[in-house]
């Protein structure tokens, strides 16, 4: 899949609202040190992930074929486990670590990617105030 053209560019982002449908940020693709990545923009900050995290956290909801709790934290703020978040961050995924890329901006994974799942058709995701889950389709 080129998710450049369905996510969208710097110039004509994809917009999408947090699990909760409180807040509204946007999300693209570009281009870092040779690296296609994931850049979300929340009113003015900015974070990076890894574009990989998409397959991955696909493929890894599949197996596990059951609602899994977003958790979504901070960087510095310890994880639940078994949670999205976790996952994103845990040296037994993919990538051995974190699928954040911006040092201090590397957490709310499981806050900002998950809705990008959902726009793209590959998971459902809750969407109450607290204690939202997903799954894959």
């Not at 995290?53 to 609602?67: A, F, N, P, S, Y």
């Not at 078994?82 to 590397?106: A, C, I, M, Q």
């Not at 998950?114 to 726009?119: D, Q, S, V, Y």
Request: proline share 5%; net charge positive.
């Amino acid at each position: 899949m080129n998710y450049a053209q369905t996510i969208g560019t710097a110039d004509n982002p994809m917009k999408l609202k947090t699990p909760p449908l409180s807040s509204e940020y946007t999300i693209h693709v570009a281009e870092k040190d040779g690296q296609e990545i994931l850049v979300c923009t929340v009113k003015k900050t900015i974070l990076h992930y890894d574009l990989r995290c998409i397959k991955d956290l696909h493929e890894m909801l599949k197996k596990r074929g059951d609602w899994m709790e977003l958790a979504s934290k901070d960087e510095k703020v310890e994880t639940k486990p078994d949670t999205v978040e976790h996952w994103g961050r845990s040296l037994d995924n993919p990538v051995g670590g974190w699928y954040g890329l911006k040092k201090g901006f590397r957490g709310r994974f499981g806050m900002y990617i998950p809705p990008l799942m959902e726009a793209l058709g590959l998971a459902e995701v809750t969407h109450e105030k607290r204690g939202n889950k997903m799954r894959a389709v």
